[in-house]
Each structure stands twice: as structure tokens, then as C-alpha cells.
């Protein structure tokens, strides 16, 4: 079972809004990731966290927030975004603390955010 | 630095052909090496992956196998199928300092026509 699950599939949002996208995953992974991925490219990463705690910040703006409840939840709040900003936010996680063993990061299904 | 180079898509192919996606890469140590799949729609699935060189990873009727002395990670397949129309992305993990970071290739999307 590799299965991380995101809620919602799509969202759109106007730019004084406030949303959330959610994210689970039961496979018992320490590390989970929020990706954000424009048309026809490769991902990017934003955040990372690691045992519940905020390891990577790649100088996202402050209108994306991420929180990581416990273990198997990770939520990206979002606030007074740019239409720029719309693109399909990925999650995703994976075992142990890093990924040089060979360990494996499982991304979800995505979810499509518009801001109008 | 450390990169992956994909061969510039799209690739067309006809229902039962051969298809080879060629990846190489650029990276210091001895990263994992990965293939995903992203078909319309939908978000990023692993394909295959390969840890060591020499490694053939395999899945779906894909295979890779990772190439230390050519740094590479090509992608093949015997008969594809319309479903395989995607894109695909490979991509390396594991770099000194790198705790969680993949570098990604381009992406090469793959249109297999009836």
C-alpha cells in the first residue's frame, strides 16, 4: 500500500480567500513533502518536514503555510494568493529521515488549485 | 552541479513499437535513480527505480537499468500501448547534502497513437 490521499481534488479560490489542502498518508513515512507544479514541468519542492518538524522551507512566500499535526497528516494553508500562484500541489512522503538509502518519495493524486 | 537530462519530447510512436527514453545524469556520490509517471490528469506515480549500479529496475513492462560508467538511466519498452501515453520524468536522490531533495529531469511526454 502506497497510497498518500489529498483533499481537495480541485479548489478554486478568490485572492482575498482563505483555504486549506489536506493530506494523509498511513504508511507509517516520518518525512512528507508539499510539491508545487506548474503545466508541463517538473515539480517543485516547497516544504518538507521530518518527524513532525519544518526541515526545509525553499523561500516560499508567506501566503503559503504548512502545518504537520501529527504524523500521518499534513496540511498547506493558503492565504491572499496570486493567480500566478495556481498550479496542482502535490503531497507526498517517504521513510526514515532522508532519502540517501534509496528510499523512495510516493506523491498523491494532487490537488488543482485556481485563484481567480 | 548535479542534473538529469531527459531527451526533448513529445515522443509519438505508433501502438507496439519499441520505446527507449533516454536519461542521463550529472551528480557526485552514487545517487538512487527513479522514473515516474504522470499520466493526464493525475499526479506522479513510480515507475521504477534503481539504487546501485548495475541495478535494473522494472515495472509495467518498463525496464531501466542504471549505467555508472555512461551515467545513465534509459528507459525501455518492448510494445507499448495506447495507455502509456504519459509523461515521464526521471530523477535522482541520495546527494551529500541533499537529505531530500530529487533532481528532476524535463519530463518527456510519450503520445502512442492506435
Known amino acids: 500500500d502506497t497510497e498518500v490521499t489529498q483533499t481537495p481534488k480541485h479548489l478554486v479560490m478568490g485572492m482575498t480567500n482563505k483555504k486549506s489542502l489536506k493530506c494523509e498518508q498511513h504508511m507509517g513515512h516520518r518525512a512528507m513533502y508539499w510539491y508545487k507544479q506548474k503545466a508541463k514541468k517538473p515539480p517543485e519542492l516547497m516544504f518538507v518536514?521530518?518527524?513532525?518538524?519544518?526541515?526545509i522551507n525553499e523561500s516560499v512566500p508567506s501566503r503559503f503555510s504548512p502545518e504537520c499535526p501529527n504524523s500521518s497528516l499534513l496540511n498547506l494553508h493558503l492565504h491572499a494568493l496570486q493567480p500566478e500562484d495556481s498550479a496542482l500541489y502535490l503531497c507526498a512522503s517517504s521513510q526514515g529521515d532522508s532519502l540517501s538509502s534509496g528510499n523512495t518519495i510516493y506523491f498523491g493524486e494532487g490537488s488543482w488549485l485556481t485563484v481567480v | 552541479g548535479d542534473s538529469v537530462t531527459q531527451m526533448e519530447g513529445p515522443v509519438t510512436l505508433s501502438e507496439e513499437a519499441f520505446l527507449t527514453i533516454n536519461c542521463t545524469y550529472t551528480?557526485?556520490?552514487?545517487?538512487?535513480l527513479f522514473w515516474y509517471v504522470q499520466y493526464p490528469g493525475e499526479g506522479l506515480q513510480l515507475l521504477l527505480k534503481?539504487?546501485?549500479a548495475d541495478d535494473k529496475g522494472s515495472n509495467k513492462g518498463f525496464e531501466a537499468t542504471y549505467r555508472k560508467e555512461t551515467t545513465s538511466f534509459h528507459l525501455e519498452k518492448g510494445s507499448v500501448q495506447v495507455s502509456d501515453s504519459a509523461v515521464y520524468f526521471c530523477a535522482l536522490s541520495g546527494l551529500p547534502g541533499s537529505n531530500y531533495q530529487l533532481i528532476w529531469g524535463a519530463g518527456t511526454k510519450l503520445i502512442i497513437k492506435p
Open positions: 551528480a557526485t556520490g552514487y545517487p538512487s
Open positions: 518536514y521530518s518527524y513532525e518538524k519544518l526541515s
Open positions: 534503481a539504487t546501485k
